[in-house]
DNA sequence: CACTATATTCAACAACTGTTGAATATACAA
DNA sequence: TTGTATATTCAACAGTTGTTGAATATAGTG
């Protein structure tokens, strides 16, 4: 036996990787079901519903993945950060969850990236858990920024979001426009050059 | 009657917006036909298969908009250009199909960003129209920074073009988070502040 | 052992899916 | 008028969808 997982997580892990890519309406149970190697019933005798199942995938992370956010936040509280700082901060989980090297948190991103950029999901899920995280971190731009409209930091960060949701996603497309020298799948330097990126682009717009 | 449009656009029309709602897998034919006000075979009879009439939506208004961004950027060449004026060009296409008021063109929008954050259509429709305009569009930034490394300038275009995506996809969220203060419609304000934010996020990675 | 809660399978349901071919209507040219 | 190309409808197909209830297995407890 290669790996000894319970046949829950298993659907779990399956659904995950396979609503990343195809999303919700992508991809039917049964297909979910064949994949973990298990019995269609056995998907609604865990998770109920299909969008229950859904529900069920994006949660497991999205607590974990809040929470760890906001521990950094509180860490950094109080020690008068640069805005570099701030930003680093706020990417932080993103970069720890991809360093782990588990394939699982990668397909987790692309979801959470299908999410962020689709209109229906994003009401839905987005406002439960991160809406609240992000707040935080737009008061912590405005502390740096006292004088800028609150609408210019809103703006800033959504330039900041959607830079961040396309890499999640991991299209692809870097990777052909550049010729291959760059990757989708290089999380690390998308990281590193997005914090002077987006620093330069708030101080242009706000300072 | 209200407006006299034949039915083949009218199929065209329904299917783009429900499309760029719900996605590919979202929709079903017979959904389409009947907000179309049509038989389901007559969408068959003018487009074929499914994947045809997808393709027939997102073709429609893709060249169209190729063919504006060209036309801007061979105007404004040798002009020895700014890079706000450079980044600005490359968003006129877009604020122009947004400004004709036309809401078939907001539809496509949010089509065009659903496209671009998926993994699965990104390789299947934005190399055939849209990504010689891309490259074009990235030499003209190498001209500006010469010194710069390619992937330096691959990576902020990416950021570039992940902040446009969620901007068209309109998803609300910007709405929520600023409660009310800006709106997910509002392209306006989106294109204005994007450039200087941009602008100064090329300088400081790439300059 | 028997009892019980949990886990898993099986078979089936009604509804919906994309697609098609034949039948019918419409418009237009000769 | 007739002939013909285009447009539109109708009915049906085989396959897939989410979901469920009953039957069976498994594991753990007394």
Known sequence: MTQEINRKDRILDVAEE?????????????QIASAAEVD???????????????????????????????????????????????????LLPLK???QTGDPGWRNYLALLSY??????????????????RVSEFVAALKEIFPNAQDEKIHWCYH???????????QTGRIDRLSKNRCRSTDFDTAYELMVPFMAAGLREVCG
């Open 159 to 169: 330039y900041m979001s959607g830079a961040l949701a396309l890499t999640l996603a």
């Open 115 to 132: 999410v962020m950029t689709s209109p229906i999901w994003n009401k839905e899920l987005m406002g439960k858990v991160f809406d609240k």
């Open 40 to 90: 269609v019933a056995l998907a609604n005798y865990y998770f109920g519903k299909k969008l229950d199942l859904f529900q069920a995938v994006f949660d497991r992370r999205a607590q974990l993945l809040s929470d760890t956010r906001q521990e950094v936040l509180k860490r950094e509280q109080g020690k008068q950060q640069s805005l570099d700082q701030v930003i680093e901060a706020f």
């Open 96 to 98: 720890m969850a991809q």
């Open 18 to 30: 396979l609503f990343s890519i195809h999303g919700y309406d992508g991809v039917s149970i049964r």
